[in-house]
């Protein structure tokens, strides 16, 4: 039931106390990880919270410019838990912690943007925390059957209670007031000055909906990082996902709801080509404004074997040669089989983490982002135009389009399931590269260093990433050039 109240959008609604308390010992291995956080000198928690939460609605019809107003209706108890890593000094923290809206579309509590943030997050020295708040993370229940929390480890995690997604929006605020006021054990002694709210899929629409709906009552929040978001909207009512069978693009187009231009904190979308086609994110027609920035990039998918693989033993400090081979494309996946190799351009890791340095700049009063070109689409309204190599039009400019070797897309995958978030990567053709580079390797490199330098002057790509970035694309070259047989 929805409550009609007389709270006008400059209200704040006083926080709800909530009760943290670590669990007693380590937390197991959900999803394993290659590098050790000590070693990187991060420490890293498992914590249940208590409370009781409550569920919004809305006061009339939601409209496509996300101007919301919103009420509360409902209460209900809840234990859930949160994942934390932080630096283990206080000399070492910035200040800054990110918040990860975890996403349970697979069925299972995953963390996609620690994988793609980490090595900035770390370098940083900022503190992350990962909220278990949608209910089939713990007890599935979702878009796909996963090892949810209670299938991984009744025993430690059998106690835990969610009420349902309509309680989500509130769950994920009260950790961040018990971040925000520094009264709970959640970062030890660091005191937290800058929240970042981030979240990746269908968490990034659930997050979208917050922004709309939760955050002009709330005020917790400085900045929010939407990752992947898909066109459908998170309701109110926790309710999420298509609203037409078998029509897997156009449902996503349903309901499609702009992040208000009058959001309250600055808010940064980044979205591959998967996101804007097949997930339908251009049904969105999000404008850039004072406190919105879209990002669209070319060559990237919504899911790549950086995510898949490489992140998995990333910690910043794997030779480039290694770091390369594990970005190559796969068709055997953890989950399924896919028809075609997987996406394996590096360059979506790279562009989140200068989102998330352009983020946490903006949050604390500084520069915004830049805005950045879309992507350019066919007379659909729902593919990527492409050039006569293969590669996208349009967006983000980047060195694995502009400098290719091979032809990375998020669109064309086949197969059942999730499989069309993968997006593929395919040869160039037969003496492609020896016509592109005719001097070989060097010709390459010159090129490729070129439109790097131009990605990082204007803003997309950090300076600090650069060194990396080349010495992975010359083992990538010589990885990639064995079809091209006529190279040097």
Not at 87 to 93: H, I, K, L, R, T
């Amino acid at each position: 039931m929805c409550i009609k109240s007389d709270w006008g959008l400059t209200t704040v609604i006083a926080p709800t106390a909530m009760d943290v308390k670590a669990f007693s010992d380590p937390p197991p291995v959900l999803i394993p990880h290659n590098y050790k956080l000590e070693q990187l000198g991060y420490l890293e928690t498992e914590f249940e919270a208590r409370g009781q939460a409550q569920s919004y609605c809305a006061v009339g019809e939601r409209s496509r410019d996300g101007q919301l107003t919103t009420a509360l209706a409902d209460s209900a108890p809840f234990t859930t838990r949160l994942l934390v890593r932080r630096p283990m000094s206080p000399a070492d923290f910035s200040g800054s912690v990110v918040v990860e809206w975890l996403n349970v579309s697979s069925g299972i509590d995953a963390s996609p943007d620690w994988d793609y943030l980490h090595r900035h997050i770390i370098r940083r020295g900022d503190a992350w925390v990962g909220v278990s708040a949608q209910r089939a993370g713990i007890d599935g229940g979702g878009l796909a059957e996963g090892i949810h929390l209670k299938l991984f480890n009744s025993e430690r995690y059998g106690h835990l209670s969610h009420p349902g997604d309509a309680f989500s929006f509130d769950m994920f605020t009260q950790v961040g007031q018990a971040l925000r006021t520094g009264e709970s054990p959640l970062l030890g002694d660091l005191a937290a000055n800058r929240l970042l709210a981030v979240g990746e899929s269908q968490s990034a629409s659930f997050l979208a909906t917050y922004v709309n709906g939760v955050d002009p009552l709330i005020r917790v929040f400085d900045g929010f990082f939407l990752h992947g978001r898909p066109a459908v909207r998170a309701e109110f009512d926790g309710a999420f996902g298509p609203r037409v069978e078998n029509e897997q693009s156009n449902a996503m187009a349903h309901f499609p709801e702009q992040i208000r231009a009058d959001a309250r904190v600055p808010v940064l979308l980044l979205s591959s080509e998967t996101d804007v086609t097949a997930l339908r994110n251009a049904a969105i027609q999000q404008a850039d404004s004072e406190n919105v920035r879209v990002w669209e990039l070319p060559g990237a998918a919504h899911a790549d074997t950086y995510l898949l693989v490489a992140s998995r033993a990333d910690g910043g400090q794997l030779e480039p040669v290694e770091l390369a081979r594990m970005l190559e494309p796969i068709t055997e996946l953890v989950i399924m089989t896919v028809d075609k190799p997987i996406n394996s351009a590096p360059h979506q890791h790279y562009v989140a983490q200068a989102a998330l340095e352009h983020l946490d700049r903006w949050a604390g009063g500084g520069e915004p982002p830049p805005i950045a070109p879309r992507l350019e689409l066919g007379d659909d309204g729902i593919t990527c135009q492409r050039d006569d190599l293969g590669n996208a039009r349009g967006g983000i400019r980047n060195p694995w389009v502009d400098a290719p070797i091979r032809i990375l897309s998020g669109e064309g995958q086949e197969g059942e399931g999730f499989a069309y978030l993968f997006g593929v990567t395919a040869p160039l053709e037969p003496g492609a590269i020896s016509r592109l580079y005719p001097g070989g390797r060097d010709d390459y490199a010159a090129a490729f260093t070129s439109a790097l330098d131009q990605t990082i002057a204007a803003g997309f790509i950090l300076e600090a990433d650069r060194d990396e970035i080349l010495a992975v694309a010359a083992a990538t070259f010589d990885l990639a050039r064995a079809p091209d047989t006529d190279v040097n």
